[in-house]
C-alpha cells in the first residue's frame, strides 16, 4: 500500500507540471496544504505560466491578488471605498410596502440597459423609508426595499459581486420631516454607478 502511495505521489508531481488543472485540483482536494503553502505553490505557478487561469484562485489571495494586469502579476490593498459616482437612479415605493409597482419596473429596466452603457465597477443600492412608523420597523423595511432592488437587479444578470446594499431606514430623508410623517419622496431606494 505504501509503494502505490509512492507511486500515486509520483505521478501527482509529474502532473502538476504537465497538466496544472488536473493536478492542482486534486492537489488541493486531497491533501491539507496551509493557505501560505497554497499561496507560495500558486505564486510560483503564476511565474512559470502567467495569466492563463489554468488553476483554481487561494481564497487568502484572492482579495489583494490581481493576477493580469497588462500581462503581469500584481498585488493589490484590498478597498472597500466606494468609487465616485456616475449615474444615480431612484426606485420609489408605496406605503409600507417593499414589492416594486408596475411603473417603478420601468425604473428597474431603464437601469439594466444602462449598465451596458456605463459599465459601472461597484453598484450601490441604498434603502430609504419615511419617518412614519417606528425607527426599528423602518430600518427593517428599507433592508427589504434594498433586497428588493438587488434581487431584480440580479434576475437581469447584474453579478451580486458588484453590488453594495444598504439599508438607512429614516436617516438622510430626500425631504426633511418630522417624525410620523408619511411622504412619498422619501420611500426609495437609491441606485448609484460608481466607477
Not at 502538476?16 to 486534486?26: C, G, K, L, Y
Not at 419615511?130 to 428588493?148: C, F, H, P, V
Request: aromatic share 8%; charged share 20%.
Amino acid at each position: 500500500m505504501k509503494n502505490y502511495q509512492k507511486t500515486l505521489a509520483g505521478l501527482a508531481a509529474v502532473c502538476t507540471v504537465s497538466i496544472p488543472t488536473m493536478a492542482h485540483a486534486e492537489m488541493m482536494q486531497h491533501s491539507k496544504m496551509t493557505p501560505s503553502v497554497e499561496i507560495k505553490n500558486y505564486k510560483e505557478y503564476e511565474e512559470r505560466e502567467p495569466c492563463q487561469q489554468y488553476k483554481a484562485f487561494p481564497r487568502d489571495l484572492s482579495a489583494r491578488y490581481d493576477r493580469c494586469v497588462d500581462g503581469t502579476s500584481t498585488t493589490t490593498e484590498p478597498s472597500n471605498s466606494l468609487l465616485p459616482v456616475i449615474a444615480t437612479y431612484v426606485v420609489y415605493f408605496d406605503f409600507d410596502k417593499s414589492a416594486l409597482s408596475a411603473d417603478q419596473q420601468k425604473v428597474i429596466h431603464k437601469l439594466i440597459n444602462d449598465v451596458n452603457t456605463y459599465h459601472p465597477t461597484q453598484i450601490t443600492v441604498t434603502g430609504h423609508t419615511d419617518t412614519s412608523g417606528s425607527a426599528e420597523y423602518n430600518q427593517q423595511l428599507s433592508a427589504k426595499r434594498a433586497d428588493t432592488v438587488s434581487k431584480a437587479l440580479s434576475r437581469y444578470n447584474v453579478s451580486s459581486f458588484y453590488l453594495n446594499e444598504a439599508a438607512l431606514g429614516e436617516q438622510d430623508l430626500a425631504v426633511p420631516t418630522p417624525d410620523n410623517t408619511k411622504l412619498s419622496s422619501n420611500r426609495r431606494v437609491v441606485v448609484q454607478f460608481r466607477k
